[in-house]
T-cell receptor, first 112, second 114 residues
Framework: AQSVAQPEDQVNVAEGNPLTVKCTYS??????LFWYVQYPNRGLQFLLK??????LVKGSYGFEAEFNKSQSSFHLKKPSALVSDSALYFC??????????FGTGTRLQVFP | GAGVSQTPSNKVTEKGKYVELRCDPI?????LYWYRQSLGQGPEFLIY????????DSGLPNDRFFAVRPEGSVSTLKIQRTERGDSAVYLC????????????FGEGSRLTVL
């Protein structure tokens, strides 16, 4: 079965520093991977996706993610964090019936 | 608005009661998904529709849960004989097709079963 794992419950970073939120996946076949963000009292929002092509995917709000097949990872990154990036981040994988399977989430806290 | 609309935003009910949660997707979106999110957890898949039919209902936890989408637009999630363990935020999402992966989520319906 397709699954994703987010090993960190929380990531803390100072504003202006680079950030990384980790995700590893387990799939059979080619992985279709996604990142979503959930701000307080808001619905989940799509950030970016990897289907095929370049391993570095660029998305909304300056975020990017790097697909690494050898490490089965799809880490979310941003060169310079903002306080407003503080939110819950979810990694997801599309399974064979086209539904998304989400990870447990990582809370990102950016300190001024 | 143009987004996914869910009603009610909050529902408090007593154990054993029947509950309906409604989702109004983005106009023209053919795929509609229901997820459940408990505190501190990721969204857990329940069911998804492609048009009027349920393409995958493997996430429905038991036969107390049922969902319909009779005209291929609005969907209703129905929970019979509610239990305290059903308390969660129920999320609805829609997309233009089933295989884009870019889902547009509503803000959810928070269900509390006392």
């Amino acid at each position: 079965a397709q699954s994703v794992a987010q090993p960190e419950d929380q990531v803390n970073v100072a504003e202006g520093n680079p950030l990384t939120v980790k995700c590893t996946y387990s799939v059979s076949g080619n992985p279709y991977l996604f990142w979503y963000v959930q701000y307080p009292n808001r619905g989940l929002q799509f950030l970016l996706k990897y289907i095929t092509g370049d391993n570095l995917v660029k998305g909304s709000y300056g975020f990017e993610a790097e697909f690494n097949k050898s490490q089965s990872s799809f880490h979310l990154k941003k060169p310079s964090a903002l306080v407003s990036d503080s939110a819950l981040y979810f990694c997801a994988v599309r399974d064979h019936t086209d539904k998304l399977i989400f990870g447990t989430g990582t809370r990102l806290q950016v300190f001024p | 608005g143009a987004g996914v609309s869910q009603t009610p935003s909050n529902k408090v009910t007593e154990k054993g009661k029947y509950v309906e949660l409604r989702c109004d997707p983005i106009s023209g979106h053919t795929a509609l998904y229901w997820y459940r999110q408990s505190l501190g957890q990721g969204p857990e898949f329940l069911i998804y529709f492609q048009g009027t039919g349920a393409a995958d209902d493997s996430g429905l936890p038991n036969d107390r849960f049922f969902a319909v989408r009779p005209e291929g637009s609005v969907s209703t999630l129905k929970i019979q004989r509610t239990e305290r363990g059903d308390s969660a935020v129920y999320l609805c999402a829609s997309s233009q097709g089933a295989n884009t992966g870019e889902l547009f989520f509503g803000e959810g319906s928070r269900l509390t079963v006392l």
